[in-house]
């Protein structure tokens, strides 16, 4: 069965993407920020405190949350404009046979 969509909800496309480039950018940052803690003592004088490597451990996911989710809702306003020109992103579904969820009671 062919479908298309034709619309995104703004709210929902942005939040779902900009949590998962969120937890992304946690993913990577997170490693980085330790090996710069381990790299901090063999710097010069002057350099960035350690502290500020663990702020920004927090503060880079949440940079990453709000932007994305701002353009990610831009992005779903565009495409609304665009799908109703050109139909949508065309795909194939397949519909699979439910399985018997009903429990079975034995007395």
């Known amino acids: 069965m062919e479908t298309s969509v034709k619309r995104l909800s703004p709210h929902s496309f942005a939040l779902h993407t900009a949590l998962v ?4 950018a946690l993913l990577f940052i997170l490693p980085m920020t330790l090996f710069m803690n381990a790299m901090t003592p063999n710097m010069p004088d002057g350099s960035m405190p ?21 353009f990610g809702f831009i992005g779903a306003l565009i495409y609304n404009l665009i799908a109703k020109k050109t139909g949508g992103i065309r ?7 439910v399985a018997n969820t009903e429990a079975t009671e034995e007395i």
């Open 21 to 24: 480039f969120a937890i992304i």
């Open 50 to 70: 350690a502290a500020m490597f663990g702020v920004m451990t927090f503060v880079m996911p949440l940079i990453y949350f709000v932007f994305t989710y701002i």
């Open 91 to 97: 795909c194939q579904l397949e519909t699979l046979p």
